[in-house]
């Protein structure tokens, strides 16, 4: 089945009658802006109802649809604004730190990541050949899995739950701000 498609010279006639230069619109106006955001919303502002280059991002009014005048534009905007509930905040808070007695009786074995115990506690990182303390760094933080038997990140989660919306994982956390902050290991 054969199209009757207009050659290259019609379709190229037919966009050259829809299309005018920016610079003869421009050329138009009284007053129009050198350059910049002015010029260009000043232009669109001038040509919403006439034939324009697309790049101005001009749009001709479909028949029968005007758009409303700013004024009311925004008032309808405040009206839908007006009927939404406020969202619900709620503050997320740590447990009070740790007193000095407190902070002294973390044992010091929660301070580092324990291999032998992650291996034996985590068999297939021990199937899989990774080193474990790479295993830990690259996925097991984040699978909520424990680096000693004297750290557990979903009970230091639980006692500290700012910490969840933080870019480390729970072990770094602690780490890096948990003991000088003396956050607590439990919610207990």
Sequence with gaps: MKRDCPDRET???????????????????????????????ALRAAFANRPAPAALGVRPNRAG??????????AEVEAI???????VKTRVQALPPLSEEEARGIPTEALYFDRDWY???????????????????ECGDREGRNPNPHFNSRLYLAANPDV?????????????????????????
């Design 11 to 41: 379709e190229l006639q037919i966009l050259k009658e829809k299309l005018v230069s920016i610079e003869e619109m421009a050329q138009s106006l009284p007053r129009l802006p050198a350059s910049g955001i002015k010029r260009l919303t």
């Design 65 to 74: 649809y005007h758009l409303a005048p700013l004024e009311v534009r925004i």
């Design 119 to 137: 291996v034996r506690t985590y068999p297939d990182v021990a199937q899989s050949g990774i080193d474990p303390a790479t295993h830990f760094r």
């Design 164 to 188: 969840a919306h933080a870019d480390l994982g729970p072990f770094e956390h602690f780490i890096m701000y948990g003991i000088e902050e003396r956050r607590r290991l439990r919610p207990d």
């Design 81 to 87: 604004a007006a009927t939404r509930p406020e969202p």
